[in-house]
């Protein structure tokens, strides 16, 4: 069974930094191309960072320059290192992963889904 925890998830004030966790188990971690994604409440998920097989990061271009992505293969766990944060990045956060080498930002190519972690960022 292939299962994806986030944990990290607080509330913050605008500035300020968190780091994302997403514990993986289930499968064979490399293999597997990964992301973040958000979404507020009456908004659609989006897309934030993408993590291919080969390494290749893809961010969304309202976080660029704030948020980063990455593994720990020890670890079986993706982070997403999230600095300056802003209200409107106020959301709930998921992780994803699918059996591709590249994902990309979409949806459709993600197989499975953590729970989220709450992200609140006050002004």
């Known amino acids: 069974v292939v299962e994806l925890a986030e944990s990290g998830g607080d509330s913050v004030q605008a500035g300020g930094s968190l780091r994302l966790s997403c514990a993986v188990s289930g499968y064979t971690y490399s293999s597997y191309c990964m992301g973040w994604f958000r979404q507020a409440p009456g908004k659609e998920r989006e897309g934030v960072a993408a993590f291919d097989t080969d390494g290749t990061t893809t961010y969304t271009e309202s976080v660029t320059g704030r948020f980063t992505t990455s593994k720990d293969n020890a670890k079986n766990t993706l982070y997403l290192q999230m600095n300056s944060l802003k209200p409107e990045d106020t959301a709930m956060y998921y992780c994803?992963?699918?059996?591709?080498?590249?994902?990309?930002?979409?949806?459709?190519?993600?197989?499975?889904w953590g729970q989220g972690t709450q992200v609140t960022v006050s002004s």
């Open positions: 994803a992963a699918g059996d591709w080498e590249s994902c990309g930002l979409g949806t459709t190519r993600y197989n499975y």
